[in-house]
């Protein structure tokens, strides 16, 4: 488990839902290493890389549910190649699961661009926002 204030974090996942109509039910999050990560895209979506995240959405209606594994590993290797600290890619990351929840998508460079806009919007008000710059460089 990261070094998270787990309290802070989930009353911040539960505001940021709510902005969307949504509110957090059974949403688990996962933390796992990159050969961890790297069976779990093998196995259940067919690609053969790492990713920083994967996400099942069992959510119904208003309703968020789901399972977000994060790949600790591949976090910390993008907070260093994006030149921020561990803690606030862990964040970038963490409310990116819960956007995905929320009916957002990254598909498409407009997506794209809309999910990033939407992270630094939420990230301005998480438990790391203290000393987050925000800038264009994570996903």
């Given at each position: 488990m990261p070094d998270i204030d787990q309290a802070s974090t989930t009353e911040w996942l539960r505001r940021v839902a709510k902005g969307y109509g949504?509110?957090?039910g059974d949403v688990n999050y996962i933390?796992?290493?990159d050969p961890t990560m790297l069976s779990?895209?093998?196995?259940f979506l067919g690609h053969d890389y790492f990713t920083d995240h994967i996400g099942f959405d069992y959510s119904e209606g208003n309703a968020l549910a789901g399972d977000i594994y994060i790949s600790l590993d591949t976090v910390r290797s993008n907070a260093s190649l994006f030149g921020v600290n561990f803690l606030q890619e862990l964040h970038r990351i963490i409310v990116h699961g819960m956007l995905h929840l929320c009916g957002l998508q990254d598909k498409?460079?407009?997506?794209?661009?809309?999910?990033?806009q939407a992270e630094d919007q939420a990230l301005?008000?998480?438990?790391?926002?203290?000393?987050?710059e925000f800038m264009n460089s994570s996903l």
């Open positions: 949504k509110v957090v933390f796992v290493d779990i895209n093998r196995r498409t460079e407009a997506e794209r661009q809309h999910m990033h301005r008000t998480s438990p790391a926002a203290d000393n987050y």
